[in-house]
């Protein structure tokens, strides 16, 4: 058997992958009977025709006999392949930051450095990993609940068996952490939209996976703190479902997973979307 040192095997195999989405700056939302998100994956944006500003997409509609339809949940730029959580890490463990928010970092950037700086920061020494982040401007306490009660959107999952996850105290236990931030650094467009939320994450070959053990890296989570709760509830459960592996959005306007706009529940779609994914061999694992 060829003899491949585990570090070339993980170059090899490792996928970074990251989710940003975005929304209408406050002041156009007034007129528009819904903030609207507009989510562009990290390669989307810069292939927009006409740059200079991002285009609402309106979005499709089901058809009123087919609102279950399910939409493909797997990863954009590794061809559609489908990336999941293994039942051998389950329950997940969720960690949401008192408020923190990580390093200023070019928007451009976060995809390819957060997941190692997080991963950094958990394994150095220091008693508190944290202790040098700041705190966002417009935390509160009370915002923890709302980001809480965006993920339990996904709890309905657990009583079916497809997946199960539990909040902690320590980040250094946790497999998904949750940070803040009071805006991602040249990410707005000249159309007033800035990005609301971004979900990093590194996945593997599934295969390999079963062959050696891997250290578990961090899908790490990042929520805009504008002041408007309602959305944050929203982008949360929509962050987390990237967390869980649904890394393409819906092309359905009624989705939670889609692109831009606030979606408050799971839809039927979504739901059937999930349950094929966690019923499908992955490609790749989280
Ligand atoms: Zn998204």
Same mark, same amino acid.
């Given at each position: 058997?060829?003899?491949?040192?585990?570090?070339?095997?993980?170059?090899?195999?490792? #996928? #970074?992958?990251?989710?940003?989405?975005?929304?209408?700056?406050?002041?156009?939302?007034?007129?528009?009977?819904?903030?609207?998100?507009?989510?562009?994956?990290?390669?989307?944006?810069?292939?927009? @025709?006409?740059?200079?500003?991002?285009?609402?997409?309106?979005?499709?509609?089901? @058809?009123?006999?087919?609102?279950?339809?399910?939409?493909?949940?797997?990863?954009?730029?590794?061809?559609?392949?489908?990336?999941?959580?293994?039942?051998?890490?389950?329950?997940?463990?969720?960690?949401?930051?008192?408020?923190?928010?990580?390093?200023?970092?070019?928007?451009?950037?976060?995809?390819?450095?957060?997941?190692?700086? #997080?991963?950094?920061?958990?394994?150095?020494?220091?008693?508190?990993?944290?202790?040098?982040?700041?705190?966002?401007?417009?935390?509160?306490?009370?915002?923890?609940?709302?980001?809480?009660?965006?993920?339990?959107?996904?709890?309905?999952?657990?009583?079916?068996?497809?997946?199960?996850?539990?909040?902690?105290?320590?980040?250094?236990?946790?497999?998904?952490?949750?940070?803040?931030?009071?805006?991602?650094?040249?990410?707005?467009?000249?159309?007033?939209?800035?990005?609301?939320?971004?979900?990093?994450?590194?996945?593997?070959?599934?295969?390999?996976?079963?062959?050696?053990?891997?250290?578990?890296?961090?899908? #790490?989570?990042?929520?805009?703190?504008?002041?408007?709760?309602?959305?944050?509830?929203?982008?949360?459960?929509?962050?987390?479902?990237?967390?869980?592996?649904?890394?393409?959005?819906?092309?359905?306007?009624?989705?939670?997973?889609?692109?831009?706009?606030?979606?408050?529940?799971?839809?039927?779609?979504?739901?059937?979307?999930?349950?094929?994914?966690?019923?499908?061999?992955?490609?790749?694992?989280?």
């Amino acid at each position: 058997m060829l003899r491949v040192s585990l570090k070339t095997l993980l170059g090899i195999a490792l #996928v #970074v992958l990251s989710m940003a989405d975005a929304y209408q700056s406050n002041a156009q939302t007034r007129y528009l009977p819904k903030a609207n998100f507009q989510t562009y994956s990290q390669s989307s944006e810069s292939n927009l @025709p006409g740059a200079g500003g991002l285009h609402l997409t309106p979005g499709e509609d089901r @058809p009123a006999n087919q609102k279950s339809t399910s939409y493909a949940p797997g990863e954009p730029t590794l061809n559609g392949a489908l990336v999941r959580w293994e039942a051998k890490k389950m329950p997940l463990k969720i960690w949401i930051a008192p408020g923190l928010k990580l390093p200023e970092c070019p928007f451009s950037e976060i995809q390819e450095t957060r997941v190692e700086q #997080v991963y950094g920061m958990l394994k150095a020494p220091a008693a508190d990993p944290f202790a040098g982040l700041q705190t966002a401007f417009s935390w509160t306490p009370d915002l923890n609940y709302i980001v809480a009660n965006g993920i339990e959107q996904w709890r309905r999952f657990q009583n079916e068996g497809l997946v199960s996850f539990v909040f902690t105290e320590d980040p250094r236990n946790a497999q998904i952490l949750i940070f803040y931030t009071d805006g991602f650094s040249d990410s707005s467009s000249p159309g007033g939209t800035h990005v609301a939320g971004i979900t990093s994450a590194q996945v593997y070959p599934f295969d390999l996976a079963q062959q050696v053990n891997i250290a578990q890296k961090p899908v #790490v989570i990042e929520l805009l703190l504008d002041g408007n709760s309602e959305r944050l509830q929203a982008q949360s459960a929509h962050e987390f479902g990237h967390a869980l592996g649904i890394k393409a959005h819906s092309p359905y306007r009624d989705d939670l997973m889609y692109v831009d706009r606030i979606v408050p529940q799971l839809s039927p779609g979504d739901v059937a979307t999930f349950r094929y994914l966690y019923k499908q061999k992955p490609q790749y694992v989280l």
